[in-house]
């Protein structure tokens, strides 16, 4: 135990030398950016804010519509694939059954 407590201090030790400790300046630079960044979304107009927010739904639309036309294309095309596969095999092939001497044939 004591030299998994020696191994935990020395770690420590080498990760203080690590350590980043902001200074004045930069939380003075993160203060400046936030209060501009407030002034600037402050000024902006009522038609920019709806499209800010009109945007990404339009995006989440167009999405959905794109996947739901590609989905109902994809069901359609493999719909269509499997019952021509069935009419061919069904048209072009008769079955002869032989039961007690006679002969039926399906079509």
């Known amino acids: 135990m004591t030299d998994n407590d020696n191994f935990l201090d020395r770690l420590r030790a080498d990760a203080r030398q690590l350590r980043f400790e902001p200074d004045e300046m930069m939380s ?8 501009e960044r407030i002034a600037a979304d402050s ?13 990404p739904v339009m995006v989440s ?11 109902i294309q ?8 499997s019952a021509a596969s069935l009419d061919s095999m069904t048209s072009t092939q008769s079955v002869d059954i032989s039961v007690g001497g006679d002969t039926f044939s399906v079509e």
């Open 28 to 35: 003075t630079r993160i203060a400046a950016r936030v209060r």
């Open 43 to 55: 000024q902006t107009g009522i038609a920019q804010m709806l499209a800010r927010w009109f945007r």
């Open 61 to 71: 639309l167009a999405t959905l519509a794109l996947v739901a036309t590609l989905g």
């Open 74 to 81: 994809w069901a359609e095309q493999s719909h269509d694939a």
